[in-house]
């Protein structure tokens, strides 16, 4: 996504006022809502715009190598995030002398790939802000409620763009149309195209295992992700906040 992309510019300063110490929690929720949606329109103006002019959002990949601590858990937002977004994402994981490393491989259409990484970079952020303000309850081991936290905060976000981007597409395709076709139509294609992508560089990629966690603080994780900003800064290649260590 270009930097100067006006509507870029518009979620910056709808997260802007949202993050404002003096913002009551009700007008941050509906600052965040706004953003949310508008990341949704712009992923459906592009698979639009993209009809008539293909060679402007190709499918595309990269791969994002997450730092410890909470390497795994960072792989699995990015993933989930990829997922909503109409990406795609293979979690890969490399076993060295220093111990497990986690990466995540993804594919998508350029504009998909950049609302991605909009996304999980803010993310990333707010997760790690709110992770040090909250207590771990005695006795409980740190790193498995902070897992346990994470979790919830990704399902609660992954629920909430899932609703952004539903209702984005309900409401293009009450009045857009491209060549004939409809807008899920149009979506559909797009998706296609990624998973021949993926299938193309994994052609025998298997499932993973479902992770089994034993910390408490999944509750509290949700909270926070119904509240967390949807947007913020760019992915670069070295995280721009560390989440609090084990």
Same mark, same amino acid.
């Given at each position: 996504?270009?930097?100067?992309?006006?509507?870029?510019?518009?979620?910056?300063?709808?997260?802007?006022?949202?993050?404002?110490?003096?913002?009551?929690?009700?007008?941050?929720?509906?600052?965040?809502? +706004?953003?949310? $949606? %508008?990341? !949704?329109? &712009?992923?459906? @103006?592009? =698979?639009? /715009?993209?009809?008539?002019?293909?060679?402007?959002?190709?499918?595309?990949? +990269?791969?994002? $190598? %997450?730092? !410890?601590? &909470?390497?795994? @858990?960072? =792989?699995? /937002?990015?993933?989930?995030?990829?997922?909503?977004?109409?990406?795609?994402?293979?979690?890969?994981?490399?076993?060295?002398?220093?111990?497990?490393?986690? =990466?995540?491989?993804?594919?998508?259409?350029?504009?998909?790939?950049?609302?991605?990484?909009?996304?999980?970079?803010?993310?990333?952020?707010?997760?790690?802000?709110?992770?040090?303000?909250?207590?771990?309850?005695?006795?409980?081991?740190?790193?498995?409620?902070?897992?346990?936290?994470?979790?919830?905060?990704?399902?609660?976000?992954?629920?909430?763009?899932?609703?952004?981007?539903?209702?984005?597409?309900?409401?293009?395709?009450?009045?857009?149309?491209?060549?004939?076709?409809?807008?899920?139509?149009?979506?559909?294609?797009?998706?296609?195209?990624?998973?021949?992508?993926?299938?193309?560089?994994?052609?025998?990629?298997?499932?993973?295992?479902?992770?089994?966690?034993?910390?408490?603080?999944?509750?509290?994780?949700?909270?926070?992700?119904?509240?967390?900003?949807?947007?913020?800064?760019?992915?670069?290649?070295?995280?721009?906040?560390?989440?609090?260590?084990?």
């Amino acid at each position: 996504m270009p930097v100067d992309h006006p509507m870029l510019a518009k979620i910056r300063k709808l997260l802007a006022k949202a993050e404002n110490d003096a913002t009551t929690p009700e007008e941050a929720e509906l600052y965040t809502a +706004r953003a949310a $949606r %508008l990341i !949704a329109d &712009y992923g459906i @103006d592009q =698979a639009l /715009l993209a009809v008539d002019l293909p060679n402007t959002d190709v499918v595309g990949d +990269r791969v994002v $190598r %997450l730092d !410890a601590p &909470y390497a795994r @858990d960072k =792989a699995e /937002l990015l993933s989930s995030v990829a997922m909503r977004l109409r990406c795609r994402a293979v979690q890969m994981t490399d076993r060295t002398p220093q111990g497990t490393r986690f =990466a995540v491989h993804l594919f998508g259409h350029q504009s998909d790939l950049a609302r991605a990484d909009l996304l999980f970079t803010s993310l990333l952020m707010q997760a790690s802000t709110w992770l040090s303000r909250t207590p771990v309850p005695r006795p409980e081991n740190k790193a498995a409620f902070r897992r346990s936290w994470l979790a919830g905060f990704r399902l609660a976000i992954s629920r909430r763009l899932e609703d952004a981007e539903r209702r984005a597409e309900a409401d293009a395709a009450s009045h857009a149309q491209r060549d004939g076709r409809s807008v899920g139509l149009v979506l559909a294609d797009r998706s296609a195209e990624v998973d021949q992508a993926l299938r193309d560089t994994y052609p025998r990629l298997g499932k993973a295992r479902p992770r089994q966690l034993s910390g408490s603080g999944m509750a509290g994780g949700w909270s926070a992700g119904q509240q967390a900003d949807l947007g913020g800064g760019r992915l670069h290649s070295k995280e721009p906040e560390a989440l609090p260590g084990v």
